[in-house]
C-alpha cells in the first residue's frame, strides 16, 4: 500500500489519470454501468439515478475492493432509494484495492465526472479501508462534499480528518467488530473534532447484523445533509 499521506491531485483527477474515453450501458431502469479508459487502469463505476443529479452520494469498498458495499448490499440498496428522491449514488470500482493513494484519486475522479454532469452536493462514503478514502475525499473538496459517513472504518489514513472543519459525519461501528475495533472510529471521531459514532450491538466488521438500522438511519441522513438541514 502507498504512503497514506500523499496527497491528492491538485489539478484535474480525470486528466492526471490520463482518462482517454468513457463508455456505459444501461443494465437496469435507473442503473447504468460506467467504464473510465484511462492510461492508469480501468475505472469502474456504477451509477444510480439520473445523470444530472445535483445532489450525489459516493461510494467506496473495502481493502479487497466492493461495489456492493456491506451490509448485505448496502451501497446498491441505497443508490436505488436514493434515485427516487433524485439523488445519484456513484458506487466507485477501485482500479487497485488497498492502495490508498489510488483509490483517493478514483473517487476524486468519479466526483469530478458527477460535476460535469450537473453534481453541486456530495456525500462520500466508504467501509473499512474505504472509510479513509471518504474521509481523504471530503478533506480535499471541502467545497463539493457536505458530508460523509463512515462504516467500520480503519483510521490509517484519516490523519487529516481535522480538515472536514465541522462538517456532518456519521460513523458506524459494530462492537463485535473482527477485524477493527470499536475505538478505531472513536479515534478518528477525536481526530475529526466532530461527527456522531453509532455502536451497532452485536455486529461484526461487514454490519450484516445491523443493516436494517443502518439503511434506515442513512435514508434519513443523507437528503437532510445534501439539502443542508443536518449537521
Request: contains cysteine.
Amino acid at each position: 500500500m502507498t504512503d497514506p499521506s500523499e496527497p491528492l491531485p491538485t489539478g484535474s483527477p480525470l486528466e492526471e489519470l490520463q482518462a482517454l474515453a468513457v463508455q456505459e450501458v444501461e443494465i437496469a431502469p435507473g442503473l447504468r454501468h460506467v467504464e473510465v479508459y484511462t492510461l492508469r487502469g480501468l475505472l469502474t463505476l456504477m451509477w444510480h439515478g439520473p445523470r444530472e443529479a445535483e445532489h450525489v452520494v459516493l461510494t467506496g469498498g473495502g481493502a479487497m475492493g466492493s461495489l456492493l458495499g456491506p451490509a448485505a448490499g448496502l451501497f446498491h440498496d441505497l443508490g436505488t432509494a436514493l434515485a427516487e428522491e433524485g439523488i445519484a449514488t456513484v458506487r466507485v470500482g477501485w482500479r487497485k484495492p488497498d492502495d490508498l493513494a489510488r483509490c483517493s484519486h478514483d473517487m476524486a475522479a468519479a466526483a469530478e465526472l458527477a460535476t460535469l454532469n450537473g453534481g453541486r452536493s456530495f456525500v462520500t462514503m466508504g467501509h473499512s479501508f474505504g472509510g479513509a478514502v471518504a474521509v481523504r475525499v471530503a478533506v480535499a473538496f471541502s467545497g463539493l462534499v457536505r458530508g460523509v459517513v463512515t462504516l467500520a472504518t480503519q483510521s490509517a489514513g484519516c490523519e487529516g480528518a481535522g480538515g472536514l472543519a465541522g462538517r456532518p459525519f456519521l460513523l458506524f461501528h459494530g462492537d463485535r467488530d473482527e477485524l477493527l475495533p470499536v475505538h478505531v472510529s472513536e479515534t478518528v471521531r477525536m481526530l475529526a473534532g466532530t461527527g456522531e459514532l453509532v455502536v451497532l450491538p452485536g455486529t461484526g466488521h461487514l454490519l450484516t447484523e445491523a443493516a436494517d438500522e443502518i439503511r434506515a438511519r442513512l435514508l434519513d441522513w443523507i437528503p437532510a445533509v445534501l439539502a443542508g438541514d443536518a449537521r
